[in-house]
Structure formats: C-alpha cells, structure tokens
T-cell receptor, first 116, second 109 residues
C-alpha cells in the first residue's frame, strides 16, 4: 500500500504562470487535506475535500487558488498567475474519514514551489 | 477558533536526556490529537495518535499524554538520540487538522 503520493516534488514557475500540484491519497482514503508551509513557518490549513466535494475551503486565498478531488484521479491544487509570495512547500494529507476518533492523517512528501 | 501552541519553540540537549515537549489547544472539542515529526526539507511522519477518550499512547521511546479538559498534551521522549533531531508538531482534529507551531529539537552527541 503506497503512501500519499505528491508530484512533482519540486516545481519552478515564472511569475504569472500556472502551477498544478497533484496528490494521490492512500488506497481506500476518500478525504484529502491541503496545507501550505511557508519558509520557517508552521503548516497552515488550506482546503479539505472528499471525492467530488469541497468540505471546507476556509484557508484558501479567495483569488487564484482552486482545488478539486474528482471521482477518478488525484486531487489537484491549482494556482493561477503565481507570484513570489506563493513560494512554499505544499503538503497533502489523506485519511479514510470514516471514524473521526480513529482518523489518522498521513502526509505526502510535499511539493516545493519556487516562483522566480 | 482553535489555536494550538507548542512550548518550547526550540530545544538543544545532549544525547541520553529524557525530554518533554508541550502542546496546548484552546478548544477541547476535538476528536483526536496527533504528534508528527518533520525532518528538514521533508514531509511529516506520524508518530502517535491519541483519541479524545484516551489518556496516553506509547510507541517505543515515545509516550504521548492527553488531558482534553485542560487542553494539553505532552510528548515524552526517553533516552534521546541524535537521530531524534527534527521538528515535532502536534495537531488536533475536529472538522480539520490544526497544527501547532512546532518544537525544533536538536540532540547532540
């Protein structure tokens, strides 16, 4: 059972380009969380998705950022018209979500986005 | 709004010491609390999960306790080793996982 897979591991984009970050949850997990970690800072919640549904996007910037988790395929975090301030590590976590008391979140290795 | 704080922010100790890392949270209505380890430039590794109804969990040299009513958890590391050097994060789960600020640990030989 492979862990949470994120790709690419490193992504360089010029200002104004689009960044697409992918996350494949662990097998059997239907809940996905995205977090952002700025240099020397903690992990900040961005969005929580279940298959085909956005459950909580309270941490997402109102503009340029979007996320989806389709019925088939990975979850995608999309950043349009990137700016230097978007440079960060983006982590994805997945959980089965069935029993919240026992829900253990497993994290991917992250995608490190650099905007030049 | 849930806020999670970790003390100390940084800790540097000689090998062999027993350590206590602290985590406090403002809203006790949580499902569980999870401790993670993060190595520089790496992802997060789950260490221990404590359900809200539990008082503690143990794994090897690690022991985590939870006092939900007072909004506190501690991670105890016995006989620390240089390989334990990393940032330790606690996170509480209600509707989403909220992370603490982290404790950066360095264990020197």
């Amino acid at each position: 059972n492979a862990g949470v897979m994120q790709n690419p591991r490193h992504l360089v984009r010029r200002r104004g380009q689009e960044a697409r970050l992918r996350c494949s949850p662990m097998k059997g997990h239907s809940h996905v969380y995205w977090y952002r970690q700025l240099p020397e800072e903690g992990l900040k919640f961005m969005v929580y998705l279940q298959k085909e549904n956005i459950i909580d996007e309270s941490g997402m910037p109102k503009e340029r950022f979007s996320a989806e988790f389709p019925k088939e395929g990975p979850s995608i975090l999309r950043i349009q018209q990137v700016v230097r301030g978007d440079s960060a590590a983006y982590f994805c976590a997945s959980s089965p979500g069935r029993d919240l008391m026992n829900t253990e979140a497993f994290f991917g290795q992250g995608t490190r986005l650099t905007v030049v | 709004k849930q806020e999670v704080t970790q003390i100390p922010a940084a800790l540097s100790v000689p090998e062999g010491e027993n350590l206590v890392l602290n985590c406090s949270f403002t809203d006790s209505a949580i499902y569980n609390l999870q401790w993670f380890r993060q190595d520089p430039g790496k992802g997060l590794t789950s260490l221990l999960l404590i359900q809200s109804s539990q008082r503690e969990q143990t794994s090897g040299r690690l022991n985590a306790s939870l006092d939900k009513s007072s909004g506190r958890s501690t991670l105890y590391i016995a006989a620390s080793q240089p390989g334990d050097s990393a940032t330790y994060l606690c996170a509480v789960l209600r509707d989403k996982l909220i992370f603490g600020t982290g404790t950066r640990l360095q264990v020197f030989p």
